[in-house]
């Protein structure tokens, strides 16, 4: 993209935005507010942008997700719900991120700055942030028109107006791991894979039995994404990482239980697969605000969510685009119906969605839901096994811009 024509005909100064977070949230909104004529400087604490070879995690962004759930009866496989026609596609985060990232002006980022705090004066740019230069500790001010805050599920300016909510605790946590077979492709694993899910690269696999799922998938560059939930109590984790340590006997014993339950080839996956770690899954209750004066969040930081639905990356992308729109449409002087209309827009969307994906996966995981007994999925029905589908997520395939 080419951002050099679109300096304004008029004299008037650009307005800014300090966007706080440069992850896939942060990035799109950079695109989004530069092409509604803003300024824009995003503050990253990452010391550098991530490199763009595809190393990283997988990530399933679905926009058009196709999925299929199957149980696991006596090791043979009976599908219980399934998507069509449409195209499951997945990627890798730092190559969604490159993409995004390389094609903005290099010099928007202060990248090993982590923000601090912030303050609204009545100056003529209202909005004051402090962050710290990781490199010399040494603490700056950056201001701005407008405060987006794409710093990620925990945060620290959501705390700033929500100091009591808190995350919360799905009731399961996720055995996660990635597979490379390059190089192992002719394996025995393998061609067992390709047979046992023939339509794997093209859909997910979601397997199920009592009180337990896995979701399984191809990404890029030749690696399987595979998950396991299982219901446990909240475990302790340190600082703000929702990903556990694991020792060898945990992942021994987690081979094991997997015997019991899960298709070979699966459990051969498992097996294979070097360093899984656990992950603790958390979502947040909808919030009531997202906007203030001239803060606004975007991405998870405005709605925590569980991945059941794979919408976190869409809602990021999505919360940026609508708030590029509101703010051409209403101009730098009506910030606050700008912002009012971002939230009127993109609120009732993201909670919708977050709470959807929370009673998929406690479905899933065959844990309580107040209106409903608990899924099982040998003795589900249709009507049960219809909010399975992807295309059962609310505003799934109508999601309104402007
Ligand atoms: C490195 C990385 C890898 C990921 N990999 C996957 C994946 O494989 N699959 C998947 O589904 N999702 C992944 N995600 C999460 C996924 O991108 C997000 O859940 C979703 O897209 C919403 O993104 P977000 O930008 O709102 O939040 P996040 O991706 O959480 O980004 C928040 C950003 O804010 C920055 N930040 C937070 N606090 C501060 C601070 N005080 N000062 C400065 N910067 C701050 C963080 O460093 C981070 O870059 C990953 C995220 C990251 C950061
Ligand atoms: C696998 O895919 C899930 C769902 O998209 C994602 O959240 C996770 O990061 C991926 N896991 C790994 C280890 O890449
Ligand atoms: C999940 O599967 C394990 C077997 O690996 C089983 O012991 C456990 O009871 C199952 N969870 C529930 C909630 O049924
Ligand atoms: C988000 O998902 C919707 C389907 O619900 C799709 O129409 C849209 O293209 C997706 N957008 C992005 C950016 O992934």
Redesign the pocket.
């Known amino acids: 993209m080419n951002y050099s024509n679109d300096l304004s005909h008029q004299n008037k100064p650009k307005p800014k935005a300090v966007i706080v977070g440069g992850s896939i949230a942060g990035v799109s909104c950079a695109h989004a507010l530069i092409l509604a004529g803003w300024d824009v400087v995003v503050i990253e604490k990452s010391c550098r942008p991530p490199k763009g070879n595809p190393t990283g995690a997988g990530l399933a962004f679905d926009p058009l997700s196709q999925s299929s759930s199957a149980i696991n009866d006596e090791k043979s496989r009976k599908i219980l719900a399934r998507d069509e026609n449409f195209n499951h596609r997945a990627a890798h985060w730092s190559s969604l991120h490159h993409h995004l990232f390389s094609a903005l002006p290099p010099e928007i980022f202060l990248w090993g700055h982590l923000f601090l705090s912030f303050s609204i004066s009545k100056d003529k740019r209202p909005v004051k942030i402090r962050a710290q230069v990781l490199d010399t500790e040494e603490t700056v001010e950056v201001d701005g028109d407008l405060l987006v805050a794409a710093d990620g599920c925990n945060s620290l300016i959501r705390k700033n107006y929500f100091p009591d909510v808190k995350l919360r605790y799905s009731g399961y946590c996720g055995w996660r791991g990635v597979l490379d077979y390059s190089g192992i492709e002719d394996s025995k694993t393998i061609k067992n894979v390709r047979e046992a899910y023939p339509e794997l690269g093209k859909c997910l696999y979601i397997d199920l ?4 799922h896995t979701v399984f998938f191809e990404i890029p560059n030749k690696r399987l994404n595979w998950t396991w939930c ?2 446990q109590p909240e475990p302790h984790l340190k600082g703000n990482s929702v990903t556990m340590k694991v020792s060898d006997e945990m992942i021994q014993k987690m081979y094991q ?2 015997e ?2 899960w298709h070979p080839t699966l459990v051969q996956v498992m097996r294979e697969t070097r360093e899984p770690f656990v992950n603790a899954i958390y979502d947040c209750d909808p919030l009531e605000r997202i906007v203030w004066d001239n803060v606004v969040l975007i991405g998870d930081a405005a709605h925590p969510t569980t991945p059941h639905s794979s919408r976190s990356t869409n809602m990021s992308i999505l919360d940026a685009a609508v708030l590029g729109q509101c703010l051409e449409k209403w101009g730098s002087e009506n910030l606050m119906a700008a912002l009012e209309e971002y939230q009127s827009i993109r609120l009732p969307i993201a909670s919708k969605q977050v709470l959807h994906a929370r009673r998929v996966g406690r479905i899933k995981q ?1 844990l309580e839901l107040p209106d409903c007994k608990s899924f099982n999925p040998n003795t589900a029905n249709w009507e049960e096994c219809k909010t399975l589908l992807q295309r059962a997520v609310p505003f799934f395939g109508h999601n309104p811009l402007l």
């Open positions: 039995t009592p009180g337990n299982l219901n239980d997997a019991k339950i065959g």
